[in-house]
C-alpha cells in the first residue's frame, strides 16, 4: 500500500488500512529509538517548520526528536500565542514558509481548521499538532500503536475514554479511529463535558463509570483543565475525582489486564492516582516513546519516499 | 415619463399578479392597466401631459416580472467608521443591483448611530448616494451600553424609523421594558437583536452534532429564544411595538405565533442564508458561513419556511453584514461573524424556494415589500396609482455566475462566490429614476 495524503490533518479520511500503516512503519521506526547512535540519513536536505501557538512541550519535543533522528532540519518558529491582532495573520505565515520552500510543516493552534487552512494554502505537507476541539491525529495515533502493542489486534476490545470528552481532540480522534479499526469505545463524563451531539461519533456514551469498568480492555484519562471548575461544568475537583478519577482499585473491577492511558501531562490526583499513573498497567511513558516512533513514520510517510510525491 | 408594457406585475399590496402596463410620470406610478388589454398611445399621451410618444421613454418587459421595489428591514453599511467593510453609497450599490430600493441601515457603526446629528449624516449620506432609499435606524440605548435610553424623539425627527442595538442583545430585561414604553412616543418599533450572551457564550456556530464534529464552540438554540420570549412577553405588558430581528429557531417562531394569537405588537424578520444554508454545510475554512445567529438545524431550518408561510414571520431581511477579506481569511473561530447578502439574496431565494415550488413569487414579495414597508411606515411597498415608482423589473431566466469582481458591495462574503444563481433584476427604478440596467448601475451624469 502507498501512502497519497499530502497531508495529516484529522483521522476522517484515513482508512483502518492506512492507519496499521502508519502503525507497521512505526514499529520499525521504533528499533531505531534503541540504537546507541540515533541517526539516519534519509532525510538529510528536508526542513520540517514546527509552528506551536499553543503551549506544548511534550508534543513539539517530540516532533523535533522525530524530526532530528530522521536526519531532518527542524526549524521552531517562535509565534504569538494568540494570532488575532497580534502579530502575523495565519495567511501571511502561511505565505512566508510558502517562499522559503519549508517540506513539512507541522502546526498547533487553538483553532478548531487551522492546520486544514495552512494546507489549503500550502504545497508542502502539513501535520496537524492539535487545532482547537477538533482533532488531534497523531495523539492518537500513538495510542493506537501502544494499544496494539500491547493486543495485536483491535476486534473485539473495549475502550473506554473519561472524562472532559466535549472541548477533547484527544477524544474526537481515538474514538473516530478505534471505531475504524474496529474496536469498542465507550466516551465516559458528566452530562456537563459529555453533552448530546458527541452522539455524532456513534459510539456508546455514559455518565457512569463504574458501571462500564468490567470488561474494559484500556482505559483512558484526559486531562481536566481545572478553569472548567471556574465555568460552571463541574462543582469541584472532589466531587470529579469521586465520580470519574481512575484509581488503581476502580481498574482492578475491569476483571481484565487492563492498560492505562493518559495523554499528558497527568494531574496527580485529579483524573488519575499517582500510584495507578506509576504502577504496571499504566503505559504512559510507553506511549511518550511510541509518540516519537509515530511520528517519525509519519514524517517518512509525507516527505520521505518518492512514493509520495503529489502532482 | 415611462411607458412599461407587458410585465408580470406582482403586487400583493393590490392582490395583483397579472399582465399589466404601468405609466410612470414625476416619480409615481401615474396610471396601472391591468390584464391583457393594452394602453392607446391617447391614453399615454393624456394620461402624461405629452404630445409626442418620442418624449415617453418604453420598455418592453415580455416574460419579466415587475415587482415593486425590495424593502430591506436589516442591512449593515458600516458607514461611519468601518469604511473599509462598506460604506453607504457601496452599499445602495450593492442594494438597488439585488433589487432593493428601500433599506434600513443598522446603528452598529462607529461611533453608534444614537445622536439626532449622526442619524441626519446617515440620511444625508443615503441621499448623496442617490441609489436606494436609506432609512436610518437608530440605537436604543446611548453608545450600545444597554443602560441610558437615547433621544429616541430627537432622533425621530432626524429621520430614524426605528431602534436597534442590532449587534447586541439588550442583556438587561429592565432596559429593554422601559425602552418599550419609552418608544411609544415614537410609534416606531423597537427591532431586538435576540442574543443572551451568557448563553451565547463563546459559541462560533449552532450547538449540534455538527459542532461537535468540527469541534467549534456551539451557541445554543436557546440563546436567541430565551430573548425572544422575554421580549415577546414584555411587548405584551408594555403595549409597545416589537421586531425580532433574524429568527433563526423553530422554539422563536413558536413563541412569536403565541405572542401573535395574544395579540401582541411583535413582527419578526427571516434572513435568507437561515432558509438556504443549515449548520451541516459549515466548512472549517470558509469563514463565509460564520453568521449570527448562526446557520440553523435542519428542523429549524423548516419551521421558519413554515412560519412565513403561515404569516407567523412577517417579512425576509439580508441582514447584510460585509466584512473585509481579511477578516474573513482568519481561522473560523476568529473571524467576524456576518454574510454578505443584498446582491445574492432574492436570487438564491427565487433559485431555491421558488423555483422548487416552496415559496410563490407573490408570497416573497409580500414578505420582501409589502410587508415590510407596512410595519416600518415607509413609502412604497406597492405600485398602485400615486405611489412612487420604485419598481424591479425581474428576469426569471436571468443566470449568473457570482464573483467577487461582479458584486458591488466591497466584500465578497458571501456563501454563494463561485456559484451560479439564476433569477435576477435586469432593471430597477427608485422614485421613477432608473437606477440599474442590465445588473449595471447607472452612473450619475
Known sequence: MRWRHKDLLDLDNLSAQEIELVLQSALSMKEVLFRPIKKLPTLRGKSIALMFYENSTRTRTSFETAGKILGADVTNFSVAQSSVNKGESLLDTAKTLQAMNIDLVIIRHACSGASEFLAKQLKAGVINGGDGQHAHPTQALLDFFTMKDRWGEFKGKKVLIVGDILHSRVARSNALGLKKLGAEVVLIGPPTLLPPEMGYLGVRTSFDLDSELPGADAVMALRLQMERQQSGLFPSLREYNRLYGLTRERIARTGKDTIVLHPGPLNRGVEISSDLADSVQSVIEEQVTNGVAVRMALIYLLIGGTSNVMA | ?445
Open chain 2, 1 to 445: 415619463m415611462l411607458w412599461l408594457k407587458n410585465v408580470h406585475l406582482v403586487d400583493p399590496g393590490q392582490g395583483i399578479s397579472d399582465k399589466a402596463s404601468l405609466l410612470i410620470k414625476d416619480g409615481k406610478v401615474a396610471k396601472l392597466c391591468r390584464g391583457e388589454k393594452q394602453l392607446t398611445e391617447e391614453e399615454v399621451l393624456m394620461t402624461l401631459g405629452v404630445s409626442e410618444l418620442k418624449d415617453v421613454k418604453q420598455v418592453d418587459g415580455e416574460g419579466k416580472f415587475l415587482f415593486p421595489g425590495l424593502v430591506d428591514a436589516h442591512v449593515h453599511f458600516r458607514e461611519p467608521g468601518q469604511e473599509d467593510k462598506e460604506d453607504i453609497n457601496s452599499g445602495s450599490r450593492a442594494a438597488v443591483r439585488g433589487g432593493f430600493t428601500s433599506v434600513l441601515a443598522m446603528a452598529n457603526t462607529q461611533p453608534v448611530i444614537d445622536t439626532r446629528a449622526l442619524v441626519e449624516f446617515v440620511r444625508l449620506q443615503g441621499e448623496r448616494a442617490g441609489l436606494a432609499r436609506v432609512y436610518p435606524v437608530a440605537a436604543v440605548t446611548k453608545g450600545f451600553q444597554g443602560r441610558e435610553l437615547t433621544e429616541m424623539v430627537d432622533l425621530q425627527k432626524g429621520g430614524a424609523v426605528a431602534f436597534s442595538d442590532d449587534g447586541l442583545g439588550i442583556q438587561s430585561a429592565e432596559t429593554m421594558r422601559l425602552a418599550l414604553e419609552y418608544a411609544k412616543l415614537t410609534g416606531c418599533p423597537l427591532i431586538s437583536h435576540c442574543e443572551d450572551t451568557s448563553l451565547a457564550g463563546q459559541g462560533v456556530m449552532r450547538k449540534g452534532e455538527a459542532s461537535a464534529r468540527l469541534g467549534l464552540k456551539g451557541i445554543p438554540a436557546s440563546a436567541e429564544s430565551v430573548m425572544v420570549a422575554r421580549d415577546a412577553l414584555l411587548a405584551g405588558e408594555t403595549g409597545g411595538k416589537i421586531h425580532i430581528a433574524h429568527v433563526s429557531t423553530k422554539e422563536s417562531v413558536w413563541v412569536i405565533r403565541a405572542a401573535k394569537k395574544l395579540g401582541i405588537d411583535i413582527s419578526a424578520e427571516v434572513n435568507p442564508h437561515h432558509l438556504l444554508l443549515t449548520d451541516e454545510d459549515v466548512q472549517l475554512t470558509n469563514s463565509s458561513y460564520k453568521v449570527n445567529p448562526p446557520l440553523p438545524s435542519r428542523e429549524d431550518q423548516e419551521v421558519l419556511l413554515e412560519g412565513l408561510l403561515d404569516g407567523t414571520l412577517d417579512m425576509l431581511a439580508t441582514d447584510h453584514a460585509p466584512h473585509t477579506w481579511e477578516e474573513k481569511m482568519r481561522p473560523f473561530a476568529e473571524a467576524p461573524f456576518g454574510i454578505n447578502g443584498l446582491e445574492t439574496a432574492l436570487a438564491a431565494l427565487w433559485q431555491e424556494l421558488v423555483l422548487k415550488d416552496k415559496i410563490k413569487p407573490e408570497k416573497l414579495i409580500e414578505l420582501w415589500s409589502l410587508n415590510p414597508a407596512k410595519r416600518f411606515a415607509l413609502q412604497g411597498g406597492t405600485l398602485k396609482a400615486g405611489s412612487p415608482a420604485d419598481m424591479v423589473l425581474f428576469d426569471p431566466e436571468w443566470q449568473e455566475r457570482v464573483t467577487a469582481e461582479s458584486l458591488e458591495s466591497k466584500a465578497q462574503n458571501t456563501p454563494f462566490l463561485e456559484k451560479e444563481l439564476q433569477g435576477f433584476p435586469i432593471m430597477v427604478w427608485v422614485g421613477g429614476k432608473l437606477v440599474m440596467k442590465n445588473r449595471k448601475i447607472v452612473e450619475k451624469q
